[in-house]
């Protein structure tokens, strides 16, 4: 994440060490204007089976393209992009990210967007586990764009690293593409380059990339 996080013409990439995990955080900041921020975190870490493309290299590898996609046009917000690590251990990367978190921080943090499992199909919101305003934000620019995007809950299936964010009462959205027919991909063998659709791929990302502009630009 440090190499293409750099190779994207970050010059602010920093690692956070984190309790009881062998590899810490990693974070790209491009600052804007403004004393707003907007957080865009995924988590690299992969369970022992499979090869982890999807779950969850598919949201780590966006966040040095996202970068790259906002740094050319002048921004109002700061945007954080934060690598967490140990999500499958228990959101040890998120926890002690968002627990980090100064008072004044939270207090500026405008938007937590997790990317989580992208390109099993066509960008998919965790709407019962989003901020509203966010989800009808997302909805409205797919819909500008002519881009898919719906509603697909996870609740009970598992969880994801908006939650310590949600804990500290910071607006989260969080975008997976997991369906009924994809969700036995996860956690094994079947997690590997071949299950990516690149087209949806894609689309996610040039869904994300302008929710984040958009989010940047809204007063």
């Given at each position: ?114 990317l989580d499992t992208l390109g099993l199909g066509p960008t998919e919101i965790w709407v019962s586990d989003s901020d ?88």
């Amino acid at each position: 994440m440090k190499r293409l996080f750099r190779e994207s013409g970050c010059e602010s990439v920093e690692e956070h060490p984190v309790l009881r995990s062998s590899a810490p955080n990693v974070s790209c900041t491009l600052p804007g204007t403004d004393e707003g921020i907007i957080v865009v975190g995924a988590h690299f870490d992969h369970v022992p089976v499979g090869d982890g493309v999807v779950d969850n290299w598919s949201g780590a590898a966006l966040l040095p393209s996202l970068y790259e996609s906002l740094r050319s046009i002048p921004r109002r917000h700061t945007f954080v992009f934060v690598s967490f690590t140990d999500e499958e251990l228990g959101f040890l990367g998120s926890e002690s990210y968002a627990a980090g978190l100064s008072g004044e921080e939270i207090g500026q943090i405008r938007a937590m967007v997790n990317l989580d499992t992208l390109g099993l199909g066509p960008t998919e919101i965790w709407v019962s586990d989003s901020d509203p305003k966010l989800v009808k934000s997302l909805i409205e620019i797919a819909s500008a764009m002519k881009l898919p995007v719906r509603g697909m809950n996870v609740d009970g299936v598992g969880d994801s690293d908006g939650r310590p964010f949600k804990k500290r009462k910071i607006p989260t959205i969080t975008l997976h593409s997991i369906t009924n027919d994809t969700l036995g991909i996860l956690h094994t063998g079947d997690d590997r380059f071949s299950a990516i659709k690149l087209e949806d791929y894609y689309g996610s990302y040039r869904l994300i990339a302008g929710f984040l502009a958009a989010l940047d630009a809204a007063k």
